[in-house]
């Protein structure tokens, strides 16, 4: 970060656009020091007047994300969405210990998707 030619920094004032730059960029899984820098301030300056936006950002954008692969899931026809669904939340997998295919199970997703 450049000092100023007098040598005295100004104060970092926070915008609307300078929030919602930290926002995205903690959710897309920049550093701290990586946003500082994107920004032009110290990260310790981050840390003090983004600190709403750095503890939460990933877990609003990961509900928005979670929510909308919900929907797809159990609302549509979206046969990935429901595949990833049970594989990641129910557990399942697609061959059982001895590497048998789960038939129960992949005839009531053909059957939703039927429906």
Request: a neutral charge; glycine letters at 4%.
């Amino acid at each position: 970060m450049a000092t100023p030619k007098s040598g005295i920094s100004k104060p970092h004032e926070p915008t609307e656009k300078t929030r919602a730059e930290v926002s995205a960029l903690t959710s897309f899984g920049n550093t701290q020091e990586q946003i500082a820098d994107h920004i032009g301030i110290h990260p310790e300056t981050l840390r003090i007047y983004y600190r709403d936006e750095l503890d939460n950002s990933a877990v609003r954008a990961n509900a928005k994300v979670a929510a909308k692969l919900f929907r797809k899931a159990t609302e549509g026809d979206d046969l990935s969405a429901m595949i990833f669904w049970l594989k990641t939340r129910a557990k399942w997998r697609e061959k059982d210990e001895e590497g048998a295919t789960n038939k129960k199970l992949v005839e009531m997703l053909i059957d939703k998707l039927v429906e």
